[in-house]
């Protein structure tokens, strides 16, 4: 799958889907080891018969395991299993190691990320029966994901997560593509606010996108360019019913060809740090 991106910020590709532990993992990884960046899905319903024995996923949960033990919606508890196994697993793909042996952490924000790996970022979205993971060697990448059919015109979600450059461009719109958009701002705006560990406490009407087909650019909230020639906003279309945004950062630490967790530390460096014969 050949990466699409605008001239500025870092190639990206469409979301793979991903159908259980199976994979095709081979797929994601080469993505990654390509590109620097990587999306990818998975339907809850194909990856609800790897988690109906709870006690085998459990070693996979890791510090998941007490969070999952306070859920107490039957849907829900799926839906946080098989998400964070989807997690895991890409995770273990990027680094190269066995999904059990990723320490996925929280930040105080609840941004997730691999303790003791910082040459990848990553993040996680889900929302009914779809879940949609982002990982990049480059920078930093935020995810979100909803329902396209969202209601969300005339819900006062012009108020409270649009700019007044948005809302311009809003009103010239007739109602569906009204709803579409705000569904598509929104997802964008998630992301973006994911990427930067500010969750909902970064005001949605403080920046906006202006938007270009597949791909968003960020503005200010009168329109004009903020400058963010660093970053690539881009919107998929999943499984006919899903909207999928991402928000991806080239800080300029390049592809990253070799992420695995057994390189993470130079070879060189380590047999001059053990080495006692001097």
């Given at each position: 799958?050949?990466?699409?991106?605008?001239?500025?910020?870092p190639?990206?590709?469409?979301p793979?889907?991903?159908?259980?532990?199976q994979?095709?993992?081979h797929s994601?990884?080469?993505?990654?080891?390509?590109?620097?960046?990587?999306?990818v899905?998975?339907r809850?319903a194909?990856?609800?018969?790897?988690?109906?024995?709870?006690?085998?996923?459990?070693?996979?949960?890791?510090?998941?395991?007490?969070?999952?033990?306070t859920?107490?919606?039957p849907?829900a508890?799926?839906?946080?299993?098989a998400?964070?196994?989807?997690?895991?697993?890409a995770a273990?793909?990027?680094?190269?190691?066995?999904?059990?042996?990723?320490?996925?952490?929280?930040?105080p924000g609840?941004r997730?990320?691999?303790?003791?790996?910082?040459?990848?970022?990553?993040?996680?979205?889900?929302?009914?029966?779809?879940?949609v993971?982002g990982i990049?060697?480059?920078?930093?990448?935020?995810?979100?994901?909803?329902?396209?059919?969202?209601r969300?015109?005339?819900?006062?979600?012009?108020?409270?997560?649009c700019?007044p450059?948005?809302?311009?461009?809003?009103?010239?719109?007739?109602g569906?593509?009204?709803?579409?958009t705000?569904?598509?701002?929104?997802t964008?705006k998630?992301?973006?606010?994911?990427?930067?560990?500010?969750?909902?406490?970064?005001?949605?009407?403080?920046f906006g996108?202006?938007?270009?087909?597949t791909?968003?650019?960020?503005?200010g909230p009168?329109?004009?360019?903020?400058?963010?020639?660093?970053?690539?906003?881009?919107?998929?279309?999943?499984?006919?019913?899903y909207v999928v945004?991402?928000?991806?950062?080239?800080?300029g630490?390049?592809?990253?060809?070799d992420?695995?967790v057994?390189?993470?530390?130079d070879?060189?460096?380590?047999?001059?740090?053990?080495?006692?014969?001097?």
């Amino acid at each position: 799958m050949a990466p699409a991106s605008p001239a500025a910020g870092p190639p990206l590709c469409r979301p793979r889907a991903v159908v259980g532990p199976q994979g095709p993992w081979h797929s994601v990884h080469d993505d990654l080891s390509a590109t620097g960046v990587v999306l990818v899905y998975g339907r809850l319903a194909q990856w609800l018969p790897h988690i109906q024995d709870v006690a085998r996923v459990r070693p996979v949960l890791g510090r998941d395991w007490h969070r999952y033990q306070t859920l107490t919606h039957p849907r829900a508890k799926e839906r946080f299993l098989a998400s964070r196994l989807l997690l895991r697993h890409a995770a273990a793909v990027a680094i190269e190691t066995a999904p059990d042996l990723v320490d996925l952490a929280y930040q105080p924000g609840g941004r997730p990320f691999v303790r003791g790996c910082d040459q990848i970022d990553i993040s996680l979205s889900h929302t009914e029966e779809v879940m949609v993971v982002g990982i990049t060697s480059r920078g930093r990448v935020g995810v979100d994901v909803e329902l396209a059919a969202r209601r969300m015109a005339g819900t006062g979600s012009e108020a409270q997560g649009c700019t007044p450059f948005e809302r311009q461009r809003l009103d010239a719109a007739d109602g569906r593509d009204r709803n579409d958009t705000l569904v598509r701002l929104w997802t964008l705006k998630e992301a973006y606010s994911k990427a930067l560990g500010q969750g909902l406490r970064f005001r949605f009407t403080e920046f906006g996108f202006a938007l270009d087909g597949t791909w968003a650019r960020l503005v200010g909230p009168d329109g004009r360019d903020a400058g963010a020639d660093d970053w690539v906003f881009a919107t998929f279309a999943v499984d006919g019913k899903y909207v999928v945004s991402a928000a991806v950062q080239d800080a300029g630490f390049g592809g990253g060809t070799d992420l695995s967790v057994q390189t993470a530390l130079d070879a060189g460096l380590l047999d001059a740090l053990l080495d006692t014969t001097g």
